[in-house]
Nanobody, 126 residues
Framework: QVQLVESGGGLVQAGGSLRLSCAAS????????MGWFRQAPGKEREFVAT????????YYDDSVKGRFIISRDNAKNTVYLQMNSLKPEDTAVYFC???????????????????WGQGTQVAVSS
């Protein structure tokens, strides 16, 4: 059983930056593809970014491409989401997710993930 704990959310002005972290425990982190999703009030949970088990491949939703960077440190069992040039429409609860997968195809569907964190709130003011 994998436990995921997100941190780093907060309130930021438009154009600012935040870095989210997701610490994993209870499994072999390097065997997992990791993803970030977000959910705004009244909306479905949507894909943001994913990274393969080795960190070699990443994939982003078009809405964040060029602004957000996903990375991981397998020695620290942690995945990160660096968010730059934030916009008010980025306001949401951000969730990290894990699925055991040693391939290189991007995992962009929430149903592909088995483990989820509790989420961290990001609010961007205009």
């Amino acid at each position: 059983q994998v436990q995921l704990v997100e941190s780093g959310g907060g309130l930021v002005q438009a154009g600012g930056s935040l870095r989210l972290s997701c610490a994993a425990s209870g499994g072999t982190f390097s065997r997992y593809a990791m993803g970030w999703f977000r959910q705004a009030p009244g909306k479905e949970r949507e894909f943001v970014a994913t990274i393969t088990w080795s960190g070699r491949s990443t994939y982003y939703d078009d809405s964040v491409k060029g602004r957000f960077i996903i990375s991981r440190d397998n020695a620290k069992n942690t995945v990160y989401l660096q968010m730059n040039s934030l916009k008010p429409e980025d306001t949401a609860v951000y969730f990290c997710a894990a699925t055991e997968y040693l391939g290189y195809s991007p995992k962009a569907l929430k149903d592909e993930y088995d483990y989820w964190g509790q989420g961290t709130q990001v609010a961007v003011s205009s």
